[in-house]
């Protein structure tokens, strides 16, 4: 049964740097045929795709139009992890951050395993 | 970028009573790539149906999906109280990667 653990803090001032990071149990970030995301949810932009990473062959990246100067996705293949950071933050970040993991071994895409989320307030 | 648009935006029903949840894109979905998830207040989204029509590890089969192209339905046949929540419509595919719809919530009457 795969599990996910977010961790990292939860309030920011304006400008700085977004850290969260999902650990792993039940499945490899290595994994061929799974993919793992970044979801914000906010009342104003409700569910939002922020970006994935998944390794097939390589390692691959992608990232939402609305925050792609601004995110990077990693792997850490070490600790069976990934991170998300989102750089210079605004109040309009604000949001409950989730890591999601979608099944891309099969026909289907979908979310089938989600961590508990964090609430990320900026507010200076 | 493909738009999902839920429809209603509340639904206020009655336990025993049926409810019928709409999605719909503004391009054609590949039905594949249509699922269904469910979201109680402080918890993350659950996943009901995938594939457009089936049903997720655990889901009873009182929630059944169905749709293609464009138009898609979540039915619940009968509501338990457990039922009201909001739900949400996810597709994938295209630019974004996946979209969201923005949620009808099933109310208790």
């Known amino acids: 049964q795969v599990q996910l653990q977010q961790s990292g803090p939860g309030l920011l001032k304006p400008s700085q740097t977004l850290s969260l990071t999902c650990a792993i149990s039940?499945?490899?970030?290595?994994?061929?045929?799974?993919?793992w995301n970044w979801i914000r949810q906010s009342p104003s932009r409700g569910l939002e795709w922020l970006g994935r990473?998944?390794?097939?062959?390589?390692?691959?990246?992608n990232y939402a139009v609305s925050v792609r100067s601004r995110i990077t996705i990693n792997p850490d293949t070490s600790k069976n992890q990934f991170s998300l950071q989102l750089n210079s933050v605004t109040p309009e970040d604000t949001a409950i951050y989730y890591c999601?993991?979608?099944?891309?071994?099969?026909?289907?895409?979908?979310?089938?395993?989600w961590g508990q989320g964090t609430l990320v307030t900026v507010s200076s | 970028e493909i738009v999902l648009t839920q429809s209603p935006g509340t639904l206020s029903l009655s336990p025993g009573e049926r409810a019928t949840l709409s999605c719909r894109a503004s391009?054609?979905?590949?039905?594949?790539?249509l699922a269904w998830y469910q979201q109680k207040p402080g918890q993350a989204p659950r996943l009901l149906i995938y594939?457009?029509?089936s049903r997720a590890t655990g889901i009873p089969d009182r929630f059944s999906g169905s749709g293609s192209g464009t138009d898609f339905t979540l039915n619940i046949s009968s509501l338990e109280p457990e039922d009201f929540a909001v739900y949400y419509c996810?597709?994938?595919?295209?630019?974004?990667?996946?979209?969201f719809g923005q949620g009808t919530k099933l109310e208790s009457k």
């Open positions: 999601a993991r979608m099944d891309i071994g099969g026909a289907t895409r979908h979310f089938d395993n």
């Open positions: 039940g499945d490899s970030v290595s994994s061929n045929s799974a993919a």
């Open positions: 990473t998944y390794y097939m062959s390589k390692w691959y990246n």
């Open positions: 391009q054609s979905v590949t039905s594949n790539y």
């Open positions: 594939g457009a029509s």
């Open positions: 996810q597709q994938y595919g295209g630019s974004p990667v996946c979209s």
